[in-house]
């Protein structure tokens, strides 16, 4: 499986998860089969694009009443989950790192939120939604005896730089930041920098330019 995985182009996997949250929702509806063009509508992409991913993960039980709903959820979820639940800690509980606990733990999904850090004597030895935080001086201990595998950072930005050493040294392995610095780990540490600005910027940018071509 690990070799199947490692094979999959990384947009793949965004979009297997994207597929997982609307056959859950259409589950949830009563709906039991789904076309590879509904699929691929509801999502803003081709039926050919469906096709090709699911072919890719080795799913291709396209019938003609479509696919199975609960089949198709079970095998992506072999594929994207890992067989026993990760466990994640977030660093910064600011409005941000708040936000994003409540977010996680509320999907009912494999990957749970476990322990938070800050420096801030407010929120240090108090549970927040439910969740333990502690210093960030204890952060090597605590994640090796929660055994935390993924870290979301949503600290300040100026302090992100200072938390790379640490992740390194307390063996993380994958670090999301929403921070809008960019952190750089060595090989073995998957990372995904995901600067808020930069996206909203994007968008900001094609809204004007679509509005200077109606205009134009």
């Given at each position: 499986?690990?070799?199947?995985?490692?094979?999959?182009?990384?947009?793949?996997?965004?979009?297997?998860?994207?597929?997982?949250?609307?056959?859950?929702?259409?589950?949830?509806?009563?709906?039991?089969?789904?076309?590879?063009?509904?699929?691929?509508?509801?999502?803003?992409?081709?039926?050919?694009?469906?096709?090709?991913?699911?072919?890719?993960i080795?799913?291709?039980?396209?019938?003609?009443?479509?696919?199975?709903?609960?089949v198709?959820?079970?095998?992506?979820?072999r594929?994207?989950?890992?067989?026993?639940?990760?466990?994640?800690?977030?660093?910064?509980?600011?409005?941000?790192?708040?936000?994003?606990?409540k977010?996680?733990?509320g999907?009912?999904?494999?990957?749970?939120?476990?322990?938070?850090?800050?420096?801030?004597?407010?929120?240090?030895?108090?549970?927040?939604?439910?969740?333990?935080?502690?210093?960030?001086?204890?952060?090597?201990?605590?994640a090796?005896?929660?055994?935390?595998?993924?870290?979301?950072?949503?600290?300040?930005?100026?302090?992100?730089?200072?938390?790379?050493?640490?992740?390194?040294?307390?063996?993380?392995?994958?670090?999301?930041?929403?921070?809008?610095?960019?952190?750089?780990?060595p090989?073995?540490?998957?990372?995904?920098?995901?600067?808020?600005?930069?996206?909203?910027?994007?968008?900001?940018?094609?809204?004007?330019?679509?509005?200077?071509?109606?205009?134009?």
């Amino acid at each position: 499986m690990a070799s199947l995985t490692n094979s999959i182009p990384e947009k793949t996997i965004e979009r297997l998860s994207e597929y997982r949250r609307t056959l859950l929702a259409s589950h949830k509806q009563g709906i039991t089969h789904i076309f590879s063009h509904v699929l691929a509508g509801i999502h803003g992409i081709t039926a050919v694009q469906v096709r090709r991913d699911l072919m890719l993960i080795g799913f291709s039980s396209d019938t003609k009443k479509g696919y199975d709903v609960q089949v198709l959820i079970d095998y992506i979820s072999r594929i994207l989950d890992s067989p026993s639940p990760m466990n994640i800690a977030v660093l910064g509980m600011g409005h941000l790192g708040q936000a994003i606990t409540k977010y996680f733990n509320g999907k009912g999904l494999n990957l749970k939120i476990t322990a938070a850090f800050d420096v801030d004597p407010a929120k240090v030895s108090t549970t927040i939604d439910g969740i333990p935080c502690y210093h960030m001086d204890s952060f090597e201990e605590i994640a090796e005896e929660k055994d935390i595998s993924i870290v979301i950072v949503s600290s300040p930005t100026k302090v992100a730089p200072s938390l790379v050493v640490p992740i390194i040294n307390a063996g993380i392995k994958g670090v999301l930041n929403f921070t809008s610095t960019p952190l750089n780990f060595p090989q073995g540490i998957v990372v995904e920098n995901y600067d808020i600005t930069t996206l909203l910027e994007k968008v900001a940018y094609f809204v004007k330019e679509s509005e200077e071509n109606s205009n134009g």
